[in-house]
């Protein structure tokens, strides 16, 4: 959490946001990432996914089960989120989303849409084509070779 | 929606999951993105997320302000909250989460973890050294230049 934390500081004074992360497998740090939102044009360059898809890299796998993430900011959804699809075991963190809030992140606010109904959330949203799209799921379940996850 | 649609069919015989999305802007799409998850050994490789970051690179900025997402399946929380991050202005899908359920992927399931409670979801979720992490935050606050999210 340390290491976690120091390049959470580092990263404010090299451009990026306050936060960082570390996966650790074996009791050892695989990977480390920094909130790059803004220095990369990437608005899903938050530390934990950062350090997830380095993580994945060097293991060349979609999967970090067994692995410890140290955040030094509770997820927010989105990387909370990537958390699960990765397997990874554990979470630490530090800072909460209420601290997150209180300095203009909007953690909060996107865990507070996430849980309303899809007529009551702030972005417009519409279904349709279902029949359609239908398609590449029965594609899916027909095929033999598939890597499901 | 018919181009995501096609992308999703089309992604299922190139080795990719089955889900395809598309950006537009002003009537034009300026992106697209299918799953790649296990092809590119990244778990946040979705269709939404891949067709993001290419949009933003596209755009040389971490806002899609005025964009549509039109996505093949509703999207994961982990697509949803980078929907938000991204400031998409509207969502289209076409299948639904609990289709997505039906093929078994977990998109329903990590709906359900979010909301609950930190110390009732199945990933074992500590805090600690809130004190520390809260320097990166008053740094954050501090800073004259930075660029607010």
């Known amino acids: 959490m340390r290491q976690a934390i120091d390049l959470s500081i580092e990263n404010v004074a090299n451009g990026g946001g306050p936060f960082g992360a570390v996966i650790v ?4 740090v695989i990977a ?3 909130n790059r939102v803004t220095a ?5 360059a938050h530390a934990e996914i950062t350090a ?6 060097r293991e060349g796998s979609f999967k970090l089960k067994g692995c410890t993430i140290y955040t030094s900011c509770e997820p927010c959804p989105m990387c909370l989120s990537a958390i699960y699809w990765a397997s990874i075991s554990r979470i630490c963190y530090a800072n909460t989303k209420q601290d997150a809030e209180d300095i203009c992140f909007g953690d909060k606010f996107i865990y507070e ?10 972005i417009p949203t519409e279904a349709f084509m279902r029949d359609e799209a239908l398609q590449a799921f029965r594609d ?9 996850y």
């Open 32 to 34: 480390t990432g920094t």
């Open 113 to 122: 849409e996430i849980e309303r109904p899809i007529g009551k959330r702030s």
């Open 40 to 44: 990369n044009n990437d608005p899903t």
């Open 140 to 148: 899916w379940e027909a095929k033999t070779d598939k890597i499901k």
């Open 52 to 57: 997830i898809r380095a993580a994945c890299q």
């Open 25 to 28: 497998k074996d009791g050892k």
